[in-house]
């Protein structure tokens, strides 16, 4: 076990120190917090959590260790993370290596033994934070002067920062214990999607291929003439991190493919939509950032409990007369998804390939399918 000293210091001068473990050094981002109770080897490879330092709610971390088969990307996206208690020895017959030594080899700095109670109910009562995790500079001048220089994710693309750089076929589906990756038998000729990464996970890859898609990855600003070259029975619109407002190369592109194509988009794929079609968005307080997120759909009144991952909300009224609203947080009300009357084309601000996190979800990607059939 580390026993080197290592202080995790908000831009309103909270601070809580703890013992270091991972990588030492500095990382500075926003800190949220996720209240799942597992799957941390997902969250830390989402790359929606690029810029974010993320503060896990359940207080025992580690002891299941990391393997190879549980990325969503192909490195780890998030810039710190903090937890209350680290398991360093991890029994599970899956496990390659533990939790610290994953985050030393990718240089992510990690903190235990902090209140992270305490810290959710500060990041639940006054928002989320720019913060620094440090284990060589305590001083609290130097590090708000270090937190000051890293823009705030308000205004900020980061999709450039985590989108691939040419395009790809994927052929995995989702793995199952004893012979991963293997495709479901549809019975029908499979239909090719085009899948924008705007930060995609891998997961709402494997997913797709399981529905029945052949499906074609490309970097975010792909142009939306070069999409539609490839005749695509159908557009994805991934999740991806940060603001997306300022990714104004994926909305004007996404204006030109509605109506033409039909296109279905998850979190930040949605907001980008929404934007797309008219509507407006804006930071939530602390954002989404778990498993346990309960949604209704107002067409079946029927509740999911969904995974979800994103500080931006879309604005409702500024979709009137726009768009379909079909899904609300019984939370705090905002938009979860939404769809259009007159082109086939719909969206979900939650995950439903989850991981981690609940299936309630998983139909939408044979909604997805049925809709390009029809």
């Not at 109670?117 to 620094?132: E, N, P, Y």
């Not at 190369?249 to 204006?255: R, S």
């Not at 309630?360 to 059939?373: G, H, I, Q, S």
């Amino acid at each position: 076990m580390s026993t080197m000293k290592a202080i995790l210091f908000l831009e309103d001068g909270t601070k809580f120190e703890g013992v270091s473990f991972g990588c030492g050094g500095e990382a500075v981002g926003e800190v949220v917090f996720n209240t799942s109770l597992s799957g941390y080897q997902e969250i830390l490879t989402d790359p929606s959590y690029k810029g974010q330092i993320v503060v896990m709610t359940y207080p025992e971390i580690g002891n299941y260790g990391v393997n190879p088969d549980d990325v969503e990307s192909w490195r780890p996206f998030a810039e710190g993370f903090v937890v209350r208690s680290y398991n360093p020895m991890p029994s599970n017959f899956r496990s390659k290596q533990n939790l610290g030594d994953y985050l030393k080899k990718n240089k992510i700095p990690g903190i235990e033994g902090i209140d992270t109670r305490a810290l959710t109910r500060h990041l639940r009562d006054h928002g989320s934070k720019m913060g620094v995790i440090s284990t060589r500079d305590f001083n609290p001048k130097t590090l708000l002067k270090k937190i000051k220089v890293v823009p705030p994710m308000v205004g900020c693309d980061l999709v450039k920062e985590v989108t691939c750089k040419k395009p790809y076929e994927w052929k995995e589906g989702t793995w199952r214990l004893g012979g991963k990756g293997r495709v479901r038998a549809t019975g029908r000729s499979p239909l090719r999607v085009i899948a924008y990464d705007f930060g995609i996970k891998r997961n709402i890859l494997r997913n797709l291929v399981d529905a029945g898609c052949n499906v074609t990855v490309v970097p975010a600003a792909t142009p939306a003439a070069d999409v539609l070259s490839r005749r695509p029975d159908g557009v994805f619109l991934s999740n991806g991190p940060g603001d997306p407002e300022p990714v104004t190369y994926a909305i004007e592109n996404i204006k030109k493919l509605v109506g033409r194509v039909p296109i279905f988009g998850i979190c930040l794929g949605h907001q980008l939509l929404s934007l797309a079609l008219g509507g407006q968005t804006y930071k939530l307080k602390f954002g989404h950032h778990g498993g346990n997120q309960p949604v209704m759909d107002l067409e079946t009144k029927k509740v999911e409990i969904t995974a979800q991952n994103h500080g931006f909300a879309v604005d409702t009224d500024s979709l009137k007369g726009k768009a379909v609203l079909t899904h609300i947080n019984l939370n705090d009300k905002t938009v979860e998804g939404l769809r259009l009357t007159k082109a086939p084309v719909f969206s979900v601000q939650y995950h439903p390939e989850a991981s981690p996190g609940p299936h309630d979800a998983n139909y939408l990607f044979e909604r997805f399918v049925n809709m390009m059939r029809a």
